[in-house]
């Protein structure tokens, strides 16, 4: 195989696990554009869902597929809506730094009681997708990573509309410019801090069933989370596009770097080569390639 075909099937998978990336970030850029904080308990979110998926289809419970899918994601939605009741609701109108620093406790709280509950031994989500690889020309792919890449194509594209041609949609952005704001104006914050909420569940459900299909389900399942950091710089945190552009120059990037520097230095440069990319563009365009310049005047 020559360096030209062998990048060529690497950009491809790239681009495919870049789109699940995307999925995972647009948890981030939910929370953001409704409340203008980030959620660093995405990644946690994610696990937790595979965890309960991956427990109803193990043997002890052998529910279907379709159920348990129903069931993971009914259980991802009450549990937000819990969530935000109890623990973030009380901060609405706080500071954005008490909301940060919530997620960050439930982040480490959920880590530690989701294997407690569920069990901490590694667990498989097996969805009824052929195991053979598909081939489209220079193109060589995992099914689940197709799958995964259509998924992702058609919930950013479904949010995007939310939130650019819907009322709420643009009731939950008028929101995130400021609480205080949208309240005078009539809008109910906390049930738009509720629906952000319930979305960003329904996306780390997603996330959690198609990342836990390709690499199994255990706590390393939240480092997902961590994983998804750059696409949301790269492309923006208030930004649906800039999280698919981001996400897919990430993807690229990581493959690009384990088919072709991995291999010469010993493996590692995959996991940290979006960072450096992450840290100039923080030095470059701290808002991203499509975030929202904020200018303050003093």
Do not use: C
Not at 100 to 125: E, H, N, S, W
């Amino acid at each position: 195989m020559s360096d030209f075909q062998f990048a060529t099937e690497l950009f491809g998978q790239g681009v495919a696990n870049g789109l699940m990336y995307s999925l995972v970030a647009l948890g981030f850029v939910l929370i953001y554009k409704a409340t203008d904080a980030i959620n660093f308990a995405q990644g946690e979110f994610v696990m937790i869902a595979g965890i309960v998926v991956s427990a109803l289809l193990s043997p002890a419970y052998g529910f279907p597929i379709w159920l348990a899918l129903f069931i993971g994601l009914a259980f991802m939605v009450i549990f937000n809506i819990a969530l935000e009741r109890v623990v973030l609701r009380p901060l609405i109108g706080r500071p954005i730094v008490s909301i940060i620093m919530a997620t960050i406790g439930l982040a480490f709280i959920l880590r530690g009681l989701g294997p407690m509950v569920f069990g901490a031994a590694p667990r498989a989500i097996k969805l009824p997708i052929p195991d053979f690889p598909i081939i489209f020309g220079p193109f060589f792919f995992n099914p689940i990573q197709l799958v995964g890449a259509g998924v992702s194509i058609v919930f950013l594209l479904g949010f995007g509309w939310f939130f650019m041609k819907t009322r709420k949609g643009v009731a939950m952005r008028a929101v995130a410019d400021s609480h205080q704001v949208s309240s005078a104006m009539g809008i109910n914050v906390e049930q738009y801090f509720a629906l952000a909420w319930v979305m960003a569940g329904v996306v780390a459900m997603l996330g959690g069933v198609l990342w836990g299909s390709m690499s199994g389900v255990d706590t390393q399942l939240a480092l997902v989370g961590l994983k998804v950091f750059p696409v949301v710089i790269l492309g923006g945190l208030d930004s649906i596009i800039g999280v698919v552009v981001g996400g897919i120059i990430v993807g690229v990037v990581e493959a690009l770097a384990s088919g072709f520097i991995d291999p010469y230095v010993g493996g590692g440069t995959k996991d940290f080569a979006p960072y450096v990319l992450m840290i100039l563009m923080l030095m470059i365009r701290p808002y991203g390639l499509f975030g929202r310049k904020l200018i303050e005047r003093i």
